[in-house]
């Protein structure tokens, strides 16, 4: 199955492919590929055969965040159009975090933004060890609210302020030693431990998973309660149209430094 955007596949164990398909862009996330996030958890979660998901990316890059151009169409909309964007933006991280079987996240390359935001929503992940992350949406005027109930979960809240809040890049090694993955490898190996971790899953019974997974989820921080989720989207789409984030735009199409930022002491 697929859309131009995103790719998914079933084989004949149950194991489907996600796999992001924007590499021109670093697969950078518009709403052509959220739409497509969003068609392939629909197609999967209404596949009883389905056992395990692994989420990856086409190209260099797992996934550069948010597409700043595309982020400059939605902020010239009205704001009920871009809290729409925002919800469905923050429903996909949500929706993934919640599937009903194991999902696992390959990452190769960059993975920035929202990126680290859908790493954190799978069970599992694992890092080639030529990968870069980074919480980046402050640099550009933005903020990461939607992905911070799965970024707190994953990687606390002490080390969720300083990657959120300095929006520094770090390595697979940080991001393993953090927790946002579970282990680093060459990126040679990316696939092979992909399988590995497939083949654990296919041992284990699919009911007992799925209901481990669901009370496991029941202790997470992520599991805010709806006037919280409202207002993280609310604020998410505000910030999209703040003059902050109509600078931080156009000091990534100008490749400059944004105004705020007064140079080095």
């Given at each position: 199955?697929?859309?131009?955007?995103?790719?998914?596949?079933?084989?004949?164990?149950?194991?489907?492919?996600?796999?992001?398909?924007?590499?021109e862009?670093?697969?950078?996330?518009?709403?052509?590929?959220?739409?497509?996030?969003?068609?392939?958890m629909?197609?999967?979660?209404?596949?009883?055969?389905?056992?395990?998901?692994?989420?990856?990316?086409?190209?260099?890059?797992?996934q550069?965040?948010?597409d700043?151009?595309?982020?400059?169409?939605?902020?010239?909309?009205?704001?009920?159009?871009?809290?729409?964007?925002?919800?469905?933006?923050?429903?996909?991280?949500?929706r993934?975090?919640?599937?009903?079987?194991?999902?696992?996240?390959?990452?190769?390359?960059?993975?920035?933004g929202?990126?680290?935001?859908?790493?954190?929503?799978?069970?599992?992940?694992?890092?080639?060890?030529?990968?870069?992350?980074?919480?980046?949406?402050t640099?550009?005027?933005?903020?990461?609210?939607?992905?911070?109930?799965?970024?707190a979960?994953?990687?606390?809240?002490?080390?969720l302020?300083?990657?959120?809040?300095?929006?520094?890049?770090?390595?697979?090694?940080e991001?393993?030693?953090?927790?946002?993955?579970?282990?680093?490898?060459?990126?040679?190996?990316?696939?092979?431990?992909?399988?590995?971790?497939?083949?654990?899953?296919?041992?284990?019974?699919?009911?007992?998973t799925?209901?481990?997974?669901?009370?496991?989820?029941?202790?997470?921080?992520?599991?805010v309660?709806?006037?919280?989720?409202?207002?993280?989207?609310?604020?998410?789409?505000?910030?999209?149209?703040?003059?902050?984030?109509?600078?931080?735009r156009?000091?990534?199409?100008?490749?400059?430094?944004?105004?705020?930022?007064?140079?080095?002491?």
């Open positions: 199955m697929a859309n131009p955007t995103v790719l998914w596949e079933v084989d004949g164990r149950g194991v489907a492919t996600v796999t992001l398909n924007r590499p862009v670093n697969n950078a996330y518009n709403g052509d590929l959220i739409a497509g996030l969003h068609a392939a629909d197609d999967l979660g209404a596949d009883a055969g389905v056992r395990v998901i692994v989420l990856r990316g086409n190209g260099r890059h797992f550069a965040g948010v700043l151009r595309w982020s400059d169409e939605i902020a010239a909309a009205a704001p009920a159009e871009n809290v729409r964007v925002s919800r469905l933006t923050a429903d996909a991280a949500r993934l975090e919640r599937l009903p079987v194991p999902t696992i996240a390959l990452v190769q390359g960059g993975c920035f929202g990126g680290t935001g859908f790493v954190a929503a799978c069970d599992v992940a694992v890092a080639a060890d030529d990968a870069i992350f980074s919480i980046s949406e640099r550009w005027g933005l903020m990461a609210s939607i992905i911070i109930p799965q970024l979960d994953a990687i606390g809240i002490r080390q302020r300083r990657y959120a809040l300095t929006g520094e890049r770090f390595d697979a090694r991001a393993c030693r953090i927790g946002l993955v579970h282990e680093v490898v060459p990126v040679a190996d990316l696939a092979v431990a992909g399988a590995r971790l497939v083949d654990h899953v296919l041992h284990n019974a699919p009911d007992a799925a209901q481990t997974k669901a009370v496991a989820l029941e202790s997470t921080w992520s599991a309660t709806d006037e919280t989720y409202e207002r993280l989207i609310v604020q998410h789409a505000a910030r999209r149209q703040s003059a902050e984030a109509t600078e931080g156009a000091s990534f199409r100008e490749k400059r430094p944004a105004r705020w930022y007064p140079g080095p002491a």
